[in-house]
């Protein structure tokens, strides 16, 4: 195990409901030291555990399992920080001198130097600035941050402790910073420019100084960072990027955010040698990934965390008691065994075989197994449409429940995961057919006072009857525009965000969505379902690529939605008949769509500056709407009684169309 600090920074924020699984590793609790140090360092390699004690002035080394404290060195002035070489042969202290209160103040300090092997002090080094944060290098060169006197900002400095030069400097945000595995580079927030991102800096040692340097791509990239053995992943508050420190395109990018390490200032310590699970301290605890796929496999409740680390079977970790004391505990590392596990089969059948879209459709994944261990310990979570979003959780039931609002081919993929993360997915294929649902008859109520919560309404152009939204139980209600009262009404299982009829009065489409209309959601999704209107009956429903705000419905077929997609909102068209996505484009601030009585424009109100309107032109031939342009402040731009542009194309004519879907229209 390499050894490595624990700094007293405290971790906030970190959600772990998820992937608690059977058998859980528990904490034992060993023993407590005063919350009056200024440094930590663990050291797996000989048992043993180095404190830094302010008020006593010493370096003390204690016994890792029982606390008893050893050897301890006296030193000139009060310790700051310390920091051990990679290969574990030396330990550096940094010294400051202090106020009569115990302060730390800028006047020069000292770098003291630990030969481990013996556990002496060798030398204690003069050093120009007050050393308050150090990292260590095999060779003995140190990267050094204190204060600067003059401006107020914190500054990095290299320090050879061999030669006793130094060089460079750099000022930096805060710390503690990152020296990669290799050795070469340092990451820190604010390096050379205290407003920039992480920034990497690479070290020169001949001359002693800074080289070349790269700052994140982002800025959601934050600080401290922490390095994977093979330096090629970075954990950040919680999340994963890249580490490349040969490609500044690539280095530092984000490559995920897992949902079970959400928060931020987090502690991320990685299992040595190879690093194959890496762990994530928050203050309810610590989660476990792994590092080839880097999925959470298993939690562990501490209290209060601060830190931890590897030491082969076990897990040592640091939790705050009342702000006095550090509680230091032990558990068993459930990484031990991943080495020869295999992953888990996964198989579910579903009932009824052929479902239709008003069936609660029955998964049962209970066939699946895992060679390596109980039953009990695999954890489930389902994608009823293959599109790589998980719709349920992970958790250990193998039974769920689904209706699928859209007939048609259906795709649904298992994922199981085993108590050591590895994971197998499985999908299978099915049809789901349409069953006409003709609803149930309405509710009685005071006439003309309509008994449900509804911003989605839509009056019918051929009949007496007005359709709305009911937002509480997530269904669609005709009212009788003769009687006042509810017809009938249809239980949809989805928040309504949108209503169109055609202007014939032959069909309404509905929006539906699993989202909040009011939380943007940059990976909406949602269905549109058909009604006819001159047999009563809600016909069928087939997915879209947005979630729906708003829509229009033509009597050739078309249909026209605003809504959330990814990256932006944007207006989608579609054809009514199969489904199909015919073209697309980005409309940011739409509020609400409208069709013309002559069917051949459409506006989008919008609320860009200045407020208005846009329109769209309808090609009379395919359907396909012509580009948006702002409405005119003048008038002097009109549309002919039939809705037509008076120019032979129009605005936004043949030349500049939607873009039409891939392989669509």
Known sequence: MKPHCVTRIIAWGLLLGTVVARGAPVAEPLYTVPYEYSALLFDADRASLYVAWPGRRVLARHDLVTGVE???????????????????????????????????????????EIDLETFTLVREIEYAYSPRHLLARDDRILVVVNPNPVNLENEVRLFHAVTGASAGRLVVSGYPLTLDPSQQSIIGYGLGNISDPNVRVFLVAEPLGFGVHWKSPGTDMGSPVYASPDGQLLVTEGSFYRGAANQAAEDMTLIRTPETALGFNQVARFEPPEGRTFLIVGVDGLAFFRRDTLEPFATATVGNAMDAAYDGAWVYALALQDWTTVQISRLANPGLGMEGNQAPVASFSWSPVNPTDRDDVRFDASTSRDEDGAPGDLRFRWDFNSDGRFETELNPDPVTFHRFRAAGPQGVTLEVRDRLGATTRVTNQFTVTALPDPGEPGVAHAPWRIPLPSTSLVFDPVRPVLYAANLTNRSLVTLDLRTGQM????????????????PDGSR?????????????DAQGSGWIAEFDLEQGRKERAFAVELGPLSLVATDAGRIVVFGESTPEREIQLYEAASGALLSRQRLQDASALALHPGQAVMYAATAEAPLGLRRYWLDPDTGLLGAGQRGSRDGRQGVSPAGRPASAHGPGGAANRFTRAPGRG
Do not use: C, H
Request: negative net charge; glycine residues 10%.
């Open 487 to 502: 017809r009938r009404q249809w239980q949809l299982d989805a928040l309504v965000s949108g209503l169109a009829v055609r």
């Open 70 to 112: 050893g050897d301890a060195l006296a030193l000139s002035l009060t310790p700051t920080d310390v920091a051990m070489t990679p290969n574990g042969r030396w330990l550096f202290v940094g010294e400051t001198q202090v106020t009569a209160d115990g302060y730390p103040t800028e006047q020069p300090g000292k770098i003291a």
């Open 508 to 520: 309404l489409y509905v929006g539906l969505t699993l989202s909040d209309p009011t939380i943007y």
